[in-house]
């Protein structure tokens, strides 16, 4: 790594008064077939941040032997699922024939569009021991001019994912473009998202220009802003305009995020985001008459409309 990209993470502007937090979401906690999940978007506070409208932390969770995470097929239409692995592996399959397996540090993008089905399931290799899982999923809403798009789906390996390390700290860029470096997935709208790992007393400078809306996520250890200090499991969504100094108290791990506004807000309806209702309403009918695609080599079982 050259010089400029190491004082982009290390050259930290002044401590941010406490006027820079806008607000901070408690996530709901749920269990999904054993896998405890932390929902922190859409929240009453915030629908949004940038395009990113539903944010969920999953595990970490150990599977018992020859078990492991069964999400059946299921629709999506209007947005965008953004998956990263912490821990552990994945079997991705949707309506358009893909089959990837995503493991820790990977990136799958998969665009609905108008609407796709995909599954989410623990490879059958991996059950053969006590299978480990922990990871983030996303959804991004789609602008509206995209919505009824073609549905799409991209993995991205580790080598397009950007790494800077530099005193006590290591951030992957998974999306977007920040401390010099730019990811290789494509978003339609500007958009920033990342994976920082930081050793207590690291500092890591969150700059306002890196999107016109952003927040952070601690998933792991403990962070200051200023005076005030934010614990795992904190959606922390900060003012417009307002440079930050993130400093970890403990060993800590965080996910950056943010991006432009979105064109208007969102309809959220169980699997489905929409700037119209009845989008939404025709999806869930064509899902129960059966109407949509199926998933290849995943087409016995379905999730049923709640």
Known sequence: MDESHA?????????????????????RVSDLGGLQV??????????????????????????????????RPHPHIGLSTVTYMFEGEIM??????????????????????????????????????????HGIQTWMALPRALEEGEPAFVHHGAQDLPVLEEAGKRVTLIMGSMYGQSAAARTPTQTIYAD?????????????????????YVAEGEVAVGGDRFAAGRLVVLRRGEAITLKAVADSRLILLGGEPMDGPRFVWWNFVSSRKETMIAAAHAWERGDMPKVPGDADEFIPMR
């Open 7 to 27: 004082s982009a993470i290390n050259v930290a502007p002044g401590a941010a008064a406490r006027s820079a937090i806008d607000h901070v979401i408690v996530p």
């Open 92 to 133: 991705h399959r949707d309506s358009l024939g893909s089959a990837q397996v995503i493991r820790a540090g990977e990136l799958n993008l998969m665009s609905a569009g108008r609407g796709i089905v995909h599954s989410e399931r623990t490879p059958q290799a991996a059950r053969a021991g006590r299978p480990r899982l």
């Open 196 to 216: 920082a790992i930081l050793k207590a007393g690291a500092v890591l400078p969150f700059d306002a220009t890196a999107a016109e809306e952003r927040g952070f």
């Open 38 to 71: 932390r929902r922190a978007l859409p929240a009453q506070e915030t629908q949004m941040i940038g395009p990113f409208i539903f944010f969920d932390e999953f595990g970490p969770a150990e599977f018992l032997l020859g078990e492991g995470l069964d999400i």
